[in-house]
């Protein structure tokens, strides 16, 4: 692992979740959705965690909808950072 959870967490904070979270067109339910990944990212302890995190929750039900309802407005998602987050975590 080449950054630290801190690190990957700030990246998806910057490219991500605050982009998303700021955009005009995000609903109750997209704002809500921000905070709870932002809450989980937080009680995960390494940086192995959040990277597990990361590419779990692209494949799960719950990312799945929160990239189809992101992915409406134009909001960038997980899968548009996937490449960026890869080379972060060394891989």
């Keep these: ?7 990957l967490i700030q990246f998806l904070e910057t490219n991500v979740l605050i ?11 997209i704002r809500r959705k ?9 009680l995960l302890r ?23 309802r992101i992915t409406r407005i134009g909001a960038p998602t997980f899968e548009d950072v996937r490449a960026g987050f890869k080379t972060l975590c060394g891989r």
């Design 1 to 7: 692992m080449m950054a630290t959870r801190e690190e």
């Design 34 to 42: 921000v905070h709870e990944t932002r809450r989980r990212l937080n």
């Design 46 to 68: 390494s940086a192995e965690k959040v990277e597990e995190f990361f590419w779990h929750s692209m494949s799960s039900d719950r990312g799945i909808d929160s990239y189809t």
């Design 19 to 29: 982009p998303v979270e700021n955009h005009p067109l995000a609903d109750t339910k």
